[in-house]
C-alpha cells in the first residue's frame, strides 16, 4: 500500500524532532552529573584543607573523640557516604564505624590524603547514586523543556512543508504513479509543476523529460523486439520445413535404397513382391491413397503390383484417352491431373477417373528412351494431391528404377530365350555333327570318343571289351544294279535293324562311311560276342531285301569281324578297330553272310 507523502514528511519531521530532544535530554543529564560530582569534589577538597589542622592536632594530642568528632563532620558533608582514617600505626577510625561500606561497587572512592611527616592518610568515599539522583533531577525538568520545544518546531515544520511542497510534490507522485512502462502510453506532468523555479519544478522537469526518453527506447525496443520475434518466428518456421524436408528426403532415399537392395538380393520372380513391400512408405511419403504399376502389353493393361494390395484394379481402355497417349509419347515430366482442372478435349479421361472414384492422380511413364511400357501413378480419392519438386523427383526415381526394372527382366527373358534357343541349336548341331545324316546312327568320330572312354574304363575295372567291324555283302554290285537311292533306303533299314539288336545289347553302333558299321559291347567276353554277331546277321537276313548281285544268297546280307580282348594301358583303340578289321576281311573271304570273332591276344600272337 502507497503512503501519502505528507504522511511521510511527518513521520520524518516528528522523528527528527524526537531524536533531538532525547539528545539533548542526554547532555543536559551529562553536564549536570559532571558539574554536580565536581562541585562535590571541590566542597570536599575545601573541607578536607580546613580540617586537616585539627586532625593533626587530635594526632598530636592522640585525642580520639576530638578526631572522630572531624571524621563525623566530613562525613556529614553531602553526596559523602563514609570517611576512613588510617595512622601510621595501622590504626583505623571510620565515620560511620558501624557500615565501614567503602568497598560497594556503587561506590566510588575518591582518595584525599593528608600527610603530616608521614603519619597518617585521610579517604573519603563519595555517594554516587545521590549524585546520579541529583543530576537527574535537575536534567529531567530542562528534558521535558526540550521535549516541547522540538515537538512544536516539529509541528511547525510540518505546517510550513505542507503548504510549500508536500501538495506539489503529493501531486508530482500521483502523476508519477500513473506512468506503465508496459503500456507506454502518453504522458504529461501538470504545468503548475513545470513552471515553478525551485528544486521540485525542476525535479517535474527532469521527470517529464525521463519519461519521454524512456517511452522513446520502449517504443523503441518494443519494435525491436516485436521485429526480432517476427523474424524468430519466421527462421523457426524455415528451419522446421528444412528439418522436415530433410527428413522427408532421407526416408525416401532410405526407401530408394532398400527397394534397390531387395531387387539386387532378391530373386527376378519375387519382382512384384519387393515392390509391393515398398508402397506403403512410397504413399505415405507422397501423401497419396493408391500407387499402382500398370505394365502395356499391346492393346492390353496388366496392373503389376498395387497398394493397398486389394485394391479395385478397373479395366483401363487408352483408346479414346487421346491426351493420355500423347503424354506417353511426350512426358518427360510428373503429369498431375485433377478431375477438377480437366477440359474439354479429357472428356474420356474425365468420366474415367470419375468412375473409378479418383479425385486427383500424379504419374510417371516407364519408359526405355523410345516408347513407354508402363505407368506408375500415385492416387487420391477425397482430395487434390499436395505436391512439390520433391515428390516430383521421388516419383520420377521411383518409376524410373522401375523402367530399369522392368527392362532388366525383358532383357533377362530375351536373354533367357536366346539362350534356350542356342542350347537346342547347339544340341542339333551337335547331334548333326556326331550323327550319320542317312541312317542317324553315331558316325566315326562319337563312336571313337566312346571307345576311348570304354577302353579306360575296361582297364580301371579289369573287364573285357568287344569291338565289331560290320560290312553290308556286295553292295557295290547293289548300288550299280539298284541305284544310289534304293542303295541308300537299303542302307537305312539295314542300319535300323542292326540299331534295334544293339539297344537290346546298350551297345553303340556307328556308320564308318559308306556301307561299313561298327559296334561296341562293353564287359562282354567272347562268347556273348558271338551270340550278339549271329542275332546282328539274322536279323539283316530277316529284312529279306532281294539282292540280284548277291552270288552266296540272293539276298541282302552282312559280315562280321570282330575281336574281344582285356586290355592294358598300352593298348590303342586304332589297334582294336585294325584287329576287328582283319577279321573281317576273313569274314569276306570265308564267303561272307557270317561273323569272324577272336580273341585280340590270339590274333595279336597269330599277326606276330
Not at 346 to 356: G, N, Q, S, W, Y
Not at 422 to 446: G, Y
Not at 584 to 594: D, E, I, P, S, T
Request: with cysteine; glycine share 4%.
Amino acid at each position: 500500500m502507497r503512503q501519502s507523502i505528507q504522511a511521510k514528511i511527518s513521520a520524518l519531521v516528528l522523528g527528527l524532532s524526537l531524536t533531538f530532544a532525547v539528545i539533548s535530554v542526554a547532555v543536559q543529564l551529562h553536564i549536570n552529573y559532571t558539574n554536580t560530582y565536581s562541585s562535590t569534589i571541590t566542597s570536599l577538597e575545601k573541607r578536607a584543607d580546613s580540617s586537616l589542622a585539627t586532625i593533626h592536632y587530635s594526632l598530636k594530642k592522640t585525642d580520639t573523640s576530638l578526631l572522630l568528632l572531624q571524621l563525623q563532620s566530613l562525613a556529614d558533608t553531602p553526596y559523602v557516604k563514609n570517611v576512613h582514617f588510617t595512622s601510621r600505626d595501622g590504626e583505623q577510625f571510620w565515620a560511620d564505624n558501624i557500615t565501614q561500606n567503602q568497598k560497594d561497587g556503587r561506590y566510588k572512592k575518591y582518595p584525599l590524603t593528608t600527610l603530616d611527616d608521614g603519619i597518617a592518610q585521610l579517604d573519603i568515599y563519595l555517594d554516587l547514586d545521590a549524585i546520579e539522583e541529583s543530576a537527574w533531577q535537575e536534567a529531567i525538568p530542562a528534558a521535558l523543556l526540550y521535549l516541547i520545544e522540538a515537538l512544536l518546531v516539529a509541528l511547525i515544520l510540518i505546517i510550513v512543508l505542507g503548504k510549500t511542497c508536500v501538495t506539489r510534490l503529493r501531486s508530482l507522485v500521483e502523476h508519477i504513479d500513473k506512468i506503465d512502462l508496459n503500456k507506454v502510453n502518453k504522458f504529461a506532468i501538470p504545468d503548475s509543476l513545470i513552471h515553478h523555479q525551485d528544486e521540485l519544478g525542476q525535479l517535474a522537469k527532469s521527470v517529464q523529460e525521463l519519461y519521454k526518453r524512456i517511452r522513446t527506447d520502449a517504443i523503441e525496443k518494443r519494435l525491436k523486439e516485436r521485429t526480432l520475434k517476427q523474424h524468430k518466428t519466421l527462421l523457426v518456421e524455415e528451419v522446421n520445413a528444412r528439418t522436415e524436408a530433410i527428413e522427408w528426403q532421407n526416408h525416401a532415399n532410405k526407401l530408394l535404397a532398400d527397394l534397390s537392395l531387395r531387387l539386387l538380393k532378391g530373386h527376378k520372380t519375387n519382382v512384384e513382391h519387393d515392390v509391393r513391400c515398398c508402397m506403403p512408405q512410397m504413399a505415405k511419403l507422397l501423401g497419396s491413397d493408391h500407387i499402382f504399376w500398370l505394365s502395356f502389353d499391346h492393346d492390353n493393361i496388366i496392373y503389376r503390383a498395387t497398394f493397398p494390395e486389394n485394391s479395385e484394379q478397373p479395366a483401363i481402355d487408352l483408346s479414346d484417352m487421346y491426351k493420355v497417349k500423347r503424354w506417353l509419347m511426350e512426358a518427360q515430366d510428373v503429369a498431375l491431373i485433377d478431375v477438377d482442372t480437366f477440359d474439354e478435349d479429357t472428356l474420356a479421361e474425365h468420366d474415367f477417373l470419375k468412375d473409378v472414384g479418383i479425385h486427383s492422380l500424379a504419374m510417371f511413364p516407364l519408359t526405355d528412351g523410345r516408347k513407354s511400357f508402363g505407368i506408375l501413378a500415385a492416387t487420391n480419392n477425397h482430395q487434390s494431391l499436395e505436391w512439390n519438386e520433391n515428390k516430383s523427383l521421388l516419383l520420377t526415381r521411383f518409376a524410373t528404377m522401375l523402367s530399369e526394372l522392368t527392362i532388366r527382366e525383358r532383357d533377362h527373358y530375351a536373354m533367357a530365350e536366346l539362350q534356350e534357343e542356342l542350347i537346342v541349336a547347339n544340341e542339333r548341331l551337335r547331334v548333326e555333327a556326331e550323327t550319320d545324316e542317312l541312317t542317324h546312327l553315331l558316325n566315326r568320330r562319337p563312336f571313337s570318343r566312346r571307345l576311348s572312354t570304354a577302353l579306360y574304363d575296361a582297364v580301371d575295372t579289369g573287364t573285357t571289351l568287344s569291338v565289331m567291324m560290320i560290312d553290308i555283302d556286295h553292295f557295290k554290285a547293289y548300288n550299280d544294279i539298284y541305284g544310289h537311292l534304293q542303295g541308300d533306303k537299303v542302307l537305312l533299314r539295314v542300319a535300323q535293324a542292326m540299331n534295334d539288336v544293339a539297344k537290346q545289347w546298350e551297345a553303340p553302333l556307328a556308320r564308318f562311311g559308306g556301307e561299313e558299321f561298327s559296334l561296341m559291347i562293353p564287359n562282354c567276353d567272347l562268347e556273348k560276342t558271338q551270340r550278339v554277331a549271329w542275332q546282328l546277321c539274322q536279323a539283316v537276313r530277316d529284312l529279306c531285301i532281294s539282292h540280284q548281285g548277291s552270288t552266296s544268297s540272293g539276298i541282302i546280307t552282312i559280315s562280321i569281324g570282330g575281336i574281344t580282348c582285356e586290355p592294358s594301358t598300352e593298348t590303342q583303340p586304332n589297334q582294336l578297330l585294325e584287329a576287328a578289321d582283319q577279321c573281317l576281311y576273313k569274314a569276306k573271304h570265308g564267303g561272307r553272310n557270317r561273323a569272324v570273332l577272336q580273341p585280340y591276344l590270339i590274333l595279336d600272337k597269330e599277326m606276330q
